[in-house]
Structures are given as C-alpha cells and as structure tokens.
C-alpha cells in the first residue's frame, strides 16, 4: 500500500514540476533551468542531511548505485528539459513519463516478484500514456517537423535515462537512508551542470523565472524522497504510478493552453483505470 500512496504522490509531485520546469526553460534556456533546479534542489537537500541521525552511504556497492541515480537523473534532466523547451507538454510528457514503465521492467528483469496480473496492468498503464503521445492536430503549424521530432527523441532518450536513475534511486533506496538518495541527483548536478556554468559565465537568470525555479528546486527534491519512500516497498509499483504525471501534466496543460485532442483523452482514461486497478490490487 505504500507503494500506491508513494507513487500516486510523487504522479502529482512531478507532473507540477514538469509544467514549472517547461516554464522556466522557455524563459532561460534548458541547461540553466537545470543548474539553478539542481543547485536549489540541493540547497533543500543539505539541512535535511544534516538532521537525518541515520549513518550515511559507506558501502561501495551503495555508492555505486547512488553514482549511477545522480549521473541517469542528470543525464535525464538535460535531454528532458530540452524536450520540454521546444516541444509540447501533452506530447513529451507522456513520452518522458515512459521512464516509469523501464524502471519497473528493470526492476522485474532484476527479479523483483510480482504477479502475471500486474504485469499485465502495467502494460495497458503504459499503452495509455503512450496513446497521450499521439501529436495533436495544428502542431505541426506551431513548430516546425524538425522541431517536433527533436523534441520527441529528447524526450525518448530523457525516459531511457530517467528509467535507469529510478531503479538506480529505488535499488539504493533499500540500504540508504532516503534523503541520501533523493541528494545524490543534485550533487552530480551542481557538479556537472551548474558549476561549469558558473564557471564558463553561462549560467543565464531572468527575474520571470524565479517562482518556477524555486518551485521546482524544491518540488523536484520532494518528488525523489517520495519515489524512494515507495520503491523501500516495491520500485515497479511506485516506477509506474508516479510515471502517471504526464497525464495529469497533460490535463493542466490543455486546461492552461496546450490542448490535446480525442484520442490523447482516451489514454487518459486508460491510465485513469488501470491506475486504479492496480491500487485494488494492492490494497
């Protein structure tokens, strides 16, 4: 049940810092969205370090995994806020929000016991969020084919890396305290993005963009320690649920702007009922 609970959260947690991060990137660039985001993100991260009583990752093999989160949670964030930058909301999140059903393939691949009905549920989850990715009509009149399908391949390979730092983030998560885990992104963060920013003076800042900055430092933070709270409990059911932000980023869209069309609301429905199967299930 923690598992459903956690996941459903970290859904809304991030489908709020996925329409912040979209903002924020179309205002100063991708890369410095990220670098302030993570730089923010870890300023957060550091006094609840410094209250958490629990020994610290020691074990190589902890630290290896935590590596592998910071460095996938990167890797993620650039490709997906550049997706986010140029493409539409309803279209790259639900591709984005694929990382959910690669981190819960991972994690069965890996081992990790769960039912043929489960797994079934999770694959009509997944068709659902893909049927949101159908791009909707007139796009192609707001950006151009080249736009659309950079976007898209953004988005694809952002979900690949993504998938990989879930399970990373989740696998850690059963030997590490969870603000350890939630950190770990932010570090190699500050490390690789914001600090060569600082460095080389590219590091951009518009007064615009300061609400959705610190809103998403600090949601983005709240999201990890959720997902990893769940994934203690099982990191396929918490991976699949909490991709379930692009519909919900989706449906905020399209009320704010970005509209969808009638098969995107379809898989909306999909996703909405296999969510709550699988929160049956778990009951």
């Given at each position: 049940?923690?598992?459903?609970?956690?996941?459903?959260?970290?859904?809304?947690?991030?489908?709020?810092?996925?329409?912040?991060?979209?903002?924020?990137?179309?205002?100063?660039?991708?890369?410095?969205?990220?670098?302030?985001?993570?730089?923010?993100?870890?300023?957060?991260?550091?006094?609840?370090?410094?209250?958490?009583?629990?020994?610290?990752?020691?074990?190589?093999?902890?630290?290896?995994?935590?590596?592998?989160?910071?460095?996938?949670?990167?890797?993620?964030?650039?490709?997906?806020?550049?997706?986010l930058a140029g493409g539409k909301i309803p279209v790259v999140a639900p591709i984005l929000s694929t990382e959910g059903a690669i981190a819960a393939t991972i994690a069965i691949l890996a081992g990790e016991a769960v039912?043929?009905?489960?797994?079934?549920?999770?694959?009509?989850?997944?068709?659902?969020?893909?049927?949101?990715?159908?791009?909707?009509?007139?796009?192609?009149?707001?950006?151009?084919?080249?736009?659309?399908?950079?976007?898209?391949?953004?988005?694809?390979?952002?979900?690949?890396?993504?998938?990989?730092?879930?399970?990373?983030?989740?696998?850690?998560?059963?030997?590490?305290?969870?603000?350890?885990?939630?950190?770990?992104?932010?570090?190699?963060?500050?490390?690789?993005?914001?600090?060569?920013?600082?460095?080389?003076?590219?590091?951009?800042?518009?007064?615009?963009?300061?609400?959705?900055?610190?809103f998403s430092g600090v949601i983005e933070m709240l999201g990890m320690l959720t997902f990893a709270w769940g994934s203690q409990e099982s990191i396929a059911v918490t991976a699949i649920l909490a991709s379930q932000f692009?519909?919900?980023?989706?449906?905020?869209?399209?009320?704010?702007?970005?509209?969808?069309?009638?098969?995107?609301?379809?898989?909306?429905?999909?996703?909405?009922?296999?969510?709550?199967?699988?929160?049956?299930?778990?009951?």
């Open positions: 049940m923690i598992a459903v609970v956690a996941g459903l959260l970290t859904a809304v947690i991030w489908a709020l810092a996925t329409l912040s991060a979209a903002r924020a990137s179309r205002i100063v660039g991708p890369l410095s969205a990220i670098g302030w985001v993570v730089l923010l993100g870890l300023l957060v991260s550091i006094p609840l370090l410094a209250l958490d009583t629990t020994p610290g990752p020691s074990d190589p093999v902890d630290l290896v995994w935590l590596a592998v989160a910071g460095l996938g949670y990167v890797a993620g964030m650039v490709l997906g806020f550049s997706a039912g043929l009905p489960l797994i079934v549920l999770l694959a009509i989850l997944t068709g659902g969020v893909l049927l949101t990715a159908f791009e909707p009509k007139g796009s192609r009149a707001d950006t151009s084919q080249e736009s659309y399908r950079r976007s898209v391949a953004y988005a694809i390979a952002g979900a690949a890396a993504f998938g990989v730092a879930l399970y990373a983030a989740g696998h850690a998560s059963s030997s590490v305290p969870l603000v350890w885990v939630a950190a770990a992104g932010r570090v190699a963060g500050v490390a690789l993005i914001t600090l060569p920013l600082v460095a080389t003076r590219r590091l951009r800042f518009k007064r615009a963009a300061l609400p959705f900055l610190l692009a519909v919900i980023a989706a449906i905020l869209a399209h009320v704010m702007g970005e509209r969808i069309e009638a098969r995107q609301w379809v898989g909306v429905v999909v996703v909405a009922v296999g969510v709550t199967a699988i929160t049956i299930s778990r009951l």
